[in-house]
């Protein structure tokens, strides 16, 4: 959320998921604090596709900077106690979605970026930047300015720490999402991203992840070059 | 933080360490919202005493209120890497504290609380009751009024809820804290919690955490009922 002007010693790290929107906040971040000075980290948190984590690593080596990758085994309990307990709100997030995997918490998004908070605090990091957006397509709560401002303020207050939560994405559609990679020169790193629900390599084309990825590309009049390699 | 009146079919989770202010703070849920209403929450996350779940789970009991303890492998990660990286930050939160394990990480308490508004979330619960304080003895920046009224509103924003985050021992010492377990009648629980940094049972008496508490219980003159069964 933070508008000022950065030194070049400071350092970012960008949550990175392997997905097309992380992966235009690493070249956000790298474009604007230095590559030397941008680290990743990414979840292992009982998503349905690893693969998600092995693009993340990929695209990291692509961009020459580094990725850390932390285990989360909370949320496949948090998900099963609620697939055996009380159902009713996991399900409505899940069909709302058309196809989370049962392990998706509320808040999620919150969990991560206080874990990835701790973990750049411990190492002088001042900047988080994460690919959340509160226009097109997200419904989360938890990927909302006025959200992420509080859990912004939230960890100042709670780790003594002068961070800074950047959302390059927060208010672009699709459109100006596949713009802004073209511009910030990540056109060729979106090759190596996954975005399909279905795990698929080449892409489904058919589940909501993928036709609102086609649906920016096409709408920015570029071909989404992870087509082009399959 | 919430201070509004609460109807009797409201329900609380409280986050159980297995420790005195926990254990009080459970007695306290119990009294404002009935038994039936109230269940506890534990995480084994890599704590140095797996004896505290143990005794999280035994206090439940005895109290007849339901206690499910998540998984947290993240902190053992990021507190490994701390120490095979930068470390110190982490360092000096464990000599200020005298013995905590070396899976302490900054802002943990936010982490805790937010997989525990998770949890409620998904189970129609909206009082989260911790027993964090600010006076006395911690230090800790994620125990302060400010950062839990921060976290408060980051979670109702971040999974569009009416959650709120209680602290009961918040300004109480001590003396004060065991007075109010008195008053709660949760003196025979007490018996059952875990205090000792050196996981000893009988306490070892001599660490910082027994210290505290020797002092809380002898400023109002009330004898330990730990010491008492051993």
């Keep these: 959320m933070a508008n000022s002007q950065t030194t070049s010693d400071e350092m970012a790290l960008v949550v990175l998921s392997g997905g097309q929107d992380s992966t235009t906040c690493l070249y956000w971040a790298i474009d604007r604090f230095g590559a030397a000075n941008v680290s990743t980290i990414s979840f292992d948190y009982g998503q349905r596709h690893k693969i998600e984590l092995e ?7 692509h961009a020459s900077v580094s ?23 996991v399900d409505s997030q899940i069909s709302a979605q058309g196809g989370l995997p049962n392990t998706f918490v509320p808040g999620r998004n919150l969990v991560f970026l206080t874990l990835a908070a701790a973990y750049a605090y411990q190492r002088g990091i001042d900047h988080l930047v994460t690919g959340v957006a509160q226009t097109d397509y997200s419904g989360y709560p938890d990927c909302r300015e006025g959200t992420i401002r509080a859990l912004q303020q939230t960890l100042r207050a ?42 698929k390599r080449p892409p489904c084309g058919e589940c909501p992840a993928c036709e609102l990825r086609a649906k920016g590309f096409a709408e920015a009049g570029i071909e989404d070059p992870l087509l082009k390699t399959q």
Tied chains: 1, 2.
């Excluded at 993340?56 to 080596?61: H, V, Y």
């Design 158 to 199: 709670g780790m003594e720490s002068t961070v800074s939560i950047h959302t390059p994405l927060m208010h672009l559609s699709k459109k100006e999402t596949v713009e802004l990679a073209v511009q910030l020169g990540a056109l060729p790193a979106l090759a190596l991203t996954h975005t399909c629900y279905n795990g």
């Design 55 to 61: 693009c993340a690593a990929r695209i990291a080596k």
């Design 67 to 89: 990725n850390a990758c932390l285990p989360i085994n909370t949320f496949a309990s948090l998900g099963g106690d609620a697939l055996t307990d009380r159902r009713i709100a």
